[in-house]
């Protein structure tokens, strides 16, 4: 129902087209009373917290196995110089041959 703070009813259109409600009505604008907004806000902060919650769980969870990649790769290569080189060097040689053929 349309919203008019004037009593009696103002005459405007929407005052003649339906029922005219007034503050004293218990009616706010748009038909919600404020208690479901503050509902509304609660319910959605606790899914936010939990979400985020959830994000900050999930993010240390792959920090820790990256950390974990890392440094198994950094053994690889310690202990691999040589191999390492070759697999390196096989990629760029791959690598530029694709661009190479893309740029004709």
């Excluded at 974990?68 to 760029?92: C, F, K, M, R, S």
Aim: net charge positive.
């Amino acid at each position: 129902m349309p919203y008019c703070p004037t009593q009696p009813p103002c005459g405007r259109r929407h005052c003649r087209r339906t029922a005219h409600t007034h503050v004293g009505a218990g009616i706010h604008p748009g038909g919600r009373h404020p208690a479901d907004a503050v509902a509304l806000r609660g319910r959605l902060r606790k899914q936010l917290d939990s979400a985020r919650a959830h994000l900050n769980d999930t993010r240390e969870a792959v920090r820790e196995r990256a950390n974990v990649a890392l440094a198994d790769a950094d053994d690889y290569v310690h202990e691999n110089p040589w191999q390492t080189l070759a697999i390196v060097g096989g990629v760029a040689l791959i690598a530029g041959a694709l661009f190479d053929s893309r740029m004709r």
